[in-house]
């Protein structure tokens, strides 16, 4: 059995020191696509947290009893409907949400996260562990969605949660959104500035340089 | 040592992960606790799924209405409340027995369509719906405006729309383009409010009850006619035949008599 601290552990790396988005670069179309806004992002990052959560639970119970040779497709299986039922529910209790984040949801499945932590980690520990990783692992991304969507969304727009914050030149006040912020491109911006930005602070992150650039010949005289 | 297992679920959770048996059955239990998930979840949510989708039809209906020209006003004197009625068309009168939430499974009858004969089918549709949903707005006991949902072929492909006529069921009141694919910027201009404001005023029929709508080629003249667009004749006559169809004997005009004679 785990201790108090390793458990802790668990749950804890995967916000910062091991973030599945800006340390392994995992599921970062979807971090792009849902960000334009804090609803959509906070939607997407609460769906993606219980579909991971559940399918670690799930796959983690049946570990041993998983044929090697059909074992991804068993995890997406399981994957797979987990995601058209949380959409199924999304669909009932938040229509306008799910409308806004259209076909992502379903998506879910094809995120390399999921499916990175149930393969990579949920099928070598119990439920508990497993599970405790999973929710590491979906806040982690929650987190990096929560900073981009808000970001977007306060620049973009002036507003947090659909609030406006900043007041808007259009209606008197100083503020003159930035249409980009609401495009994919800044999307990418954004997240690339945020690795940077982690890397530098924690240093051990960055990763070495794959080549060396050849050196530049001196100029002959 | 206890002697071999008698439980067969036992035996089988014993048995090697690659034997065949064992990925055969694995793969079917998963699949069918699967299934069984998302049927269960798919099943249970519908109804309020349904709802949802109905409200928001709703809330379109709505918004189009307050986007026709003076309707925000007279939707605020009648409180704001449209009347959904499915009509018989045959019969221009509400359909028995359909509610809009049943109007979709009756239309997946083909037995509740009629084929047009090629002379009459002016909006080039084949065959038509013996039911529609129309919108009715109430003002006291008469019908003040009647929103009227339209198909008809366009250059590109189905215009879709929502024609809105006036209590006296002759002046159009407004149209709101609903779905298209006609050229964006020539007939795709069917979409624009622009073009749309040439609707409101314009008479439907003359004084001995034929149908004269037509939308010009070139501005409007007179009374019954609607601004054409410049290089889209194609659209302008799609929407011609729509508007014609429509208000004629094979479309609503049995609704329109009926409203006429006060029945609604």
Redesign the interface.
Known sequence: MPGRSETWATLTDPLIRQNPVTLQILGICSALAVTTSLATALTMAVSLTVVLTLAAGIIAMIRRHIPDTIRLIVQIVIVASLVIVIDQVLQAYFAEISRALSVFVGLITTNCLVLGRTEAYARHHPPVPAMVDAFGNGLGYSLVLMVIGGLRELFGKGQLFGIQVLPLAEAGGWFTPLTLMLLAPSGFFLLGGLVWAVRSVRTEQAEAPEHTPPARAEPAE | MAGPERNPWRRF?ALP??SRT??LV??FL??AV??A??SG??VL?RP??AA??A??EQARIADLVAGIPGMAALLEQSGGTLSTVVIDLDRGRAAEGITPATLDAALADPANWTALDPGADLAGLGHRPDFVQVFLLRDGETVSLALLPVTGQGYGGRIDAILALRGDMNTIAGIAVTGHSETPGLGGRIAERSWQASFPGTLVRDEAGEVRFRVARGPASGVHEVDGITGATRTGRGVTGMVRFWLGPDGYGPLIEAIGRGEF
């Open positions: 959770l992960n690659e064992k990925t694995m793969a998963v699949s699967c299934a998930l998302v979840a798919t949510l309020i799924q949802n989708r409200a928001e």
